[in-house]
């Protein structure tokens, strides 16, 4: 008797501890718009409403080190970031975190044409500089090209 107790105790718990509601939450479907040959294209559906520029890390301003952050950002229905991959950086991870704790701060309003909100990947890329125009070969080399 003990032992049929103790089963069903413990059936009782498993049976407790699993839900059986549905997840809300649904995969977003978006317009792949990342590619640089799209970028005019993806201007046609949002537009930044509120931009928020990166903050600059302290160490690569005592160092006087100028990058940029290449970003493939998901735009979700509401105008907000929905998710994002660092497609390339310069340097390498210096800049990153700082990127794309800017992004997620921005939000885009949709254009007229796109009056159906839909949400589209597109690509941004954040330029980190303590003087307007770098001179150093190697930001030029892997900043410039990319805008």
């Not at 006087?64 to 998710?83: E, P, Q, T």
């Not at 497609?87 to 796109?114: H, I």
């Not at 307007?132 to 990319?146: G, L, Q, R, T, V």
Request: hydrophobic share 35%.
């Amino acid at each position: 008797m003990k032992k049929v107790s103790v089963i069903f105790a413990s059936t009782l718990f498993v049976i407790s501890c699993s839900s059986n509601t549905q997840s809300d939450k649904t995969e977003t479907k978006f317009l792949d718009l990342s590619a640089a040959e799209h970028s005019e294209l993806a201007d046609e559906y949002w537009t930044i409403s509120k931009h928020i520029p990166p903050q600059y890390p302290a160490s690569a301003a005592r160092n006087d080190v100028s990058g940029c952050v290449n970003v493939a950002v998901g735009i979700g229905s509401d105008g907000r970031a929905k998710g994002y991959e660092v497609r390339s950086s310069y340097p390498k991870g210096v800049f990153d975190d700082y990127a794309v704790a800017a992004l997620q701060k921005w939000r885009w309003e949709a254009t007229e044409k796109n009056s159906g909100r839909t949400p589209i990947l597109k690509t941004v890329q954040l330029n980190f500089a303590m003087k307007e125009a770098p001179d150093d070969h190697e930001y030029i080399e892997n900043c410039s090209s990319k805008r």
